[in-house]
């Protein structure tokens, strides 16, 4: 049984159609990519299977556990359970730090515990910004931080939206290879929307999206 | 006043639907988290089985020795629930004692006749003393069908509005609020704020676990005293009674019996806050916190009804006391005794003090009869000593309203400065001897005039 | 934020507040002091066409402490009115006479005990400057408005009638009796030659509230109700009493003036709810349109907490926290506020110093916690309506 199924996903917009009956298996583990023009859907699918968003017709399985048709509050804590989000912006609060903002993460999962956060910021490599707001970090800094905040509280299922649209290359690169040595460490599963060919290359699966549709699945070589 | 008394008796069965609905409740909602949702039934026996109570109370006439026997066993039964929680409260933070109940709350053999058996407890004296208060109603009333009819209207219009709520109230989250310490709290808690009954000498529980509180009180010090032997010690009488006499005030144990009845429900509270949380066994530090959370938020769910607890005791606590100067305050008569034809009231000791300006009664049994007697200080400084009765109404007796003693019966405002005159509604004053500790009566005084009281020779006259 | 939570707060404090001091007042003065009997003669036959003026018996007056409700009459104060032309520093004037009894304790027949009759037991707010008129000299009182008008003063000689009068001192009571001169009961009724007569009898009795029971028409009684109501203090039957007692009387409760004061203190209270609870929609509202502006800087963080796993019960939770602490924060100010707004409105509009209760901190506090709470409403239910999915998107 596959980790993630969608059976004929379908998302009609009022103005558009963005899912057009996706079917889409994703095993335990991996790290798939989703690549594609503007407008081609992959944010949409990533949104659908994070739960953000619901299907107009089909259905998603994550986990065994099926989550069309989910409440609102069920759909909550099926997200902080089992899935963890990193965005093309940060959208840390910005009156809050570093370790305020993770520790937000485990207060919505179930309570606070600020030495485990300390923790989860050391291993992205922030030891040293523990206590400055979003506002005193870099860019690559508060991915970072995101990513301490998506990883808290064991997700089985990483999803990251252009998680590096905003940054150059350097900081791209060491993104990439704190999520690398995460996902060898942790083996959860990622996948991960981008644009970008450089990013679209760290990963072990390469979907490519058009008009609503998989146009193109490749398995590719871990890096 | 007609429409009025049927009002009242609407009231009184509303009430005892609303409180019996409102445990009824939490009770199943409780049995139902525990999934012992078949018990419940056993509740519903046990009201019935309390219903024999007021059918019995209905065949008897309605005396003060009865009066006072229910008010005792309502007391006594909110004592019960109170010990009840408080004991599995204070055992809240060891769930040992609570896990062997919780498994004697599994076998049906055990816990259905002891469920049987409390809500009958708990029921019947509430059920009794509303038909003491029914019957006192329907004397008023010519057709007393019109009392019962409508008390009874009172309970199926209550009942039937929990039946009609019925679908909207979410069972499983209510009993998620309750584990077995907090249920007995609750249902202490509707005892104490819906189980007083009108016509007692203790118009709500409050102030009757106050006087309770102030007793005990007393027995305890003077049991130490005399343990010690210095009771009779000079120094004593004086100064240091004076002294010690502040612990048997209203006010010192008004807040003492407050502090007593909050102080477990409070160390729960503490302990459900501030207490540690196990550490559990878990694979990631995630699951470790969410274990933790869960017990964490339950822990503060199940506070939550104590939280309510507290604070309404405490909110009627105060109420209560402030409320005593615009209600009628009815004291509790006291036991007095008669001794070779005379009865001795003494003037002050470490509960009272009749020259303080309040009003005191006592009561007299004799020839299997209470006869009772009030005392209170006038202005000019004099004790007014008087039947508790007056010549006209029936011998309800009199209460203190803002400097006015009232007639309970007919509500009339009298001046105490003309306490001692008679006539009116005024009590009939009685021939009394007052030296420096007591008050000496002779018993025929008292006999003749309380029997003159009941010919209501009185009432003819006034026609 | 706070700030107008405080002004709604202090304004529906201090309105509270002044409504249960001025009623407390106002229900004070009519209990204790008020009259609530007027005993006249009765009008019959010739008497009303020709104009003829009835008296009462002085000699009745004591008669009202031998009645069944004795212990209940508190005050008994007996008037006399007559006319007479008034000579002032050569102007004439026509002026009312009114006879009184300040305080006179009356002998009880056959008790050694007296009581005490006058004007000082049914209206004790009747003030003088200088002395009331005693029995046994050529004293008078003069009204307030009178002195001025005419300026009279203390020690003035009046001339009444062609008589000489003393003014021995001023009277203000706030009623017709302003505008009148006023004697001792005896020497009016020497001067008039109205020997052991007096015009009414004002009675102040110690009454069970009317209830429901005491409108009820006595013929329709079971026997216990009649035997009940025949034994109750209302203010009719103690009437009913004392038309028994004073001969040739019509005797009636005037608690018409009672229930129409009683009237305008509910309607004038009814105002001050009303006004109460509109000031405290009023900034209940505003602090919902701030609430929603700020929640509208905010949507990034509803939506982010809402992927990260926030339910519904924790964004209310977050909501609700913030709403307490503006509250009592508003609560506090509010309170302080009031205590002040009190002390001006009850000088300036009802003229009369504001008695602080402890009360009004909880009131405030409540009122302050009401309308914060109540302004969380609209601003959580939008919150709970964004889309995460939306507002996260940002720039793509």
Not at chain 1, 48 to 69: F, P, R
Not at chain 2, 111 to 140: C, I, R, T
Not at chain 3, 86 to 91: A, H, R
């Amino acid at each position: 049984m596959a980790f993630i199924k969608l059976d004929s996903a379908s998302k009609i917009y009022e103005t558009a159609q963005a899912l057009r009956g996706v079917d889409l298996e994703v095993e335990q583990g991996q790290w798939l990519n989703i690549v594609g023009p503007s407008g081609s859907g992959k944010s949409t699918l990533l949104n659908v299977i994070g739960g953000l968003d619901s299907l107009s017709s089909g259905n998603v399985v994550i986990d065994g556990a099926e989550i069309t048709g989910l409440s609102e509050d069920a759909m909550a804590v099926f997200r902080r359970e089992r899935i963890g989000f990193v965005f093309q912006q940060a959208h840390l609060i910005p009156y809050l730090n570093a370790v305020e903002n993770v520790m937000l993460s485990q207060y919505f999962h179930s309570m606070s515990d600020e030495d485990e956060a300390i923790e989860a910021l050391k291993r992205v490599g922030l030891g040293h910004r523990l206590t400055h707001r979003p506002s005193q970090l870099s860019g690559g800094e508060q991915q970072r931080v995101c990513i301490a905040r998506a990883l808290i509280n064991s997700p089985k299922l990483l999803l990251a939206d252009e998680p590096t649209g905003n940054l150059d290359r350097e900081n791209t690169r060491i993104i990439l290879e704190l999520l690398k040595k995460l996902h060898q460490e942790e083996h959860f599963t990622i996948i991960l929307v981008t644009h970008d060919p450089f990013v679209s290359q760290w990963g072990q699966r390469i979907i490519t999206m058009e008009d609503g549709k998989i146009k193109c699945d490749e398995f590719i070589c871990y890096l | 006043m007609s429409s009025s008394v049927i009002y009242e008796a609407f009231w009184v069965g509303l009430k005892e639907a609303l409180k019996a609905g409102l445990v009824w409740i939490v009770l199943f909602s409780f049995l139902q988290v525990i999934d012992r949702k078949k018990l419940s039934g056993f509740f519903l026996y046990g009201i019935l089985l309390a219903l024999i109570c007021p059918l019995y109370v209905f065949t008897l006439p309605v005396t003060p020795q009865l009066k006072e026997l229910i008010s005792r066993s309502i007391d006594t039964s909110f004592a019960l629930f109170f010990i009840l929680s408080a004991f599995l409260l204070a055992h809240g933070s060891g769930m040992n004692l609570l896990g062997a109940i919780e498994r004697a709350f599994g076998k049906t053999v055990i816990a259905a006749p002891v469920l049987l058996l409390l809500s009958a407890l708990y029921f019947a004296p509430d059920f009794a003393g509303n038909s003491v208060f029914l019957m006192e109603l329907a004397e008023v009333k010519e057709s007393p069908a019109a009392v019962y009819i409508s008390a009874t209207a009172g309970i199926v219009f209550g009942l039937a509005a929990f039946y009609a709520a019925r679908k909207k109230i979410r069972v499983d989250f209510i009993g998620s609020f309750f584990g077995l310490p907090q249920l007995f709290l609750f249902i202490a808690m509707i005892k104490l704020l819906g189980g007083g009954i009108k016509g007692f000498s203790g118009i709500s529980l409050i102030p009757s676990v106050q006087t309770g509180f102030m007793k005990f009180f007393h027995d305890f010090v003077h049991q130490v005293f005399v343990i010690l032997m210095v009771p009779d010690h000079p120094l004593l009488k004086t100064t240091a009674w004076n002294f010690i006499g502040i612990l048997f005030g209203p006010n010192f144990s008004s807040v003492a019996a407050l502090a007593a009845l909050l102080a477990i429900p409070m160390l729960f509270l503490s302990h459900s806050f501030l207490g540690p949380v196990p550490e559990p066994e878990a694979e990631t530090p995630a699951d470790r916190r969410k274990i933790k959370g869960l017990f964490m938020s339950d822990r503060k769910r199940k506070a939550v009804s104590v939280l309510l607890f507290v604070i309404f005791i405490v909110v009627a606590w105060f109420s209560e006391s402030g409320e005593n100067i615009s209600k009628l305050y009815i004291p509790k008569p006291r036991p007095v005794v008669e001794d070779k034809g005379t009865v001795m009231i003494p003037l002050k000791d470490p509960t009272m003090d009749v020259r303080d300006g309040a009003l005191y009664k006592f009561s007299l049994s004799y020839r299997g009869e209470e006869m009772r007697i009030l005392v209170i200080k006038k202005d000019d400084g004099k004790l007014s000593v008087c039947l508790d009765a007056c010549e006209i109404c029936p011998p309800r007796g009199y209460g203190q309203k803002q400097g006015f003693v009232v007639c309970i019966y007919c509500n009339t405002p009298i001046p105490v400065a003309t306490l001692g005159q008679p006539g009116g509604c005024n009590p009939i004053p009685l021939h009394v001897l007052i030296d420096d500790n007591f008050i000496r009566i002779d018993v025929s005084e008292i006999l003749q005039k309380w029997d003159y009281v009941k010919s209501g020779k009185g009432k003819e006259s006034v026609k | 934020m706070v700030f107008s939570v405080a002004i709604g707060t202090a304004m529906a404090a201090s309105l509270i507040a002044l409504s249960m001091d001025v009623s407390s007042k106002v229900s004070n003065e009519l209990r204790a002091f008020g009259a609530n009997i007027l005993v006249e003669p009765k009008i019959e036959g010739l008497a009303d066409i020709t104009g003829q003026k009835r008296y009462l018996r002085q000699d009745d007056i004591v008669k009202s402490k031998v009645i069944f409700w004795r212990h209940n009459i508190l005050g008994v104060a007996p008037f006399l009115e007559s006319e007479a032309t008034s000579v002032f520093g050569g102007k004439k004037e026509h002026v009312k006479l009114l006879g009184i009894w300040y305080s006179k304790k009356l002998p009880l027949p056959g008790e050694t005990e007296t009581f005490e009759a006058g004007v000082k037991s049914v209206s004790p707010w009747w003030n003088v400057n200088g002395a009331w008129p005693d029995s046994n000299s050529r004293n008078v009182a003069v009204g307030v408005s009178f002195a001025s008008r005419s300026g009279v003063k203390k020690g003035d000689s009046l001339k009444l009638d062609g008589a000489d009068f003393v003014v021995s001192g001023i009277v203000d009571t706030g009623g017709a009796e302003d505008d009148q001169v006023l004697m001792d009961i005896d020497t009016l009724q020497e001067f008039k030659g109205l020997r052991g007569k007096v015009s009414k009898v004002l009675v102040s009795a110690l009454t069970t509230p009317m209830d429901e029971f005491a409108y009820k028409d006595q013929t329709t009684m079971s026997k216990a109700e009649y035997e009940k109501w025949y034994c109750t203090g209302y203010v009719t039957s103690i009437a009913k009493q004392l038309e028994e007692v004073f001969h040739n009387s019509r005797v009636k409760p005037i608690w018409q003036v009672a229930a129409t004061e009683g009237k305008v203190l509910e309607k004038l209270s009814f105002l001050m709810y009303l006004l109460c609870f509109i000031s405290l929609s009023a900034s209940a509202l505003g602090v919902s349109t701030t609430m929603i502006m700020s929640l509208l800087r905010r949507v990034d963080e509803i939506g982010l907490m809402k992927a990260v796993g926030a339910d519904s019960a924790k964004i209310i939770a977050i909501f609700l926290s913030e709403g307490v602490v503006i509250g009592i924060a508003g609560g506090f100010a509010g309170y302080l506020l009031s205590i002040g707004a009190a002390k001006f409105i009850g000088i300036k509009v009802f003229n009369t110093a504001f008695e602080h209760r402890a009360v009004l901190f909880p009131v405030a506090l409540g009122s302050a916690l009401f309308i914060s709470l109540s302004g969380m409403v609209l601003p959580i239910k939008r919150a709970l309506r964004i889309k995460s999915a939306v507002v996260l998107k940002g720039s793509e």
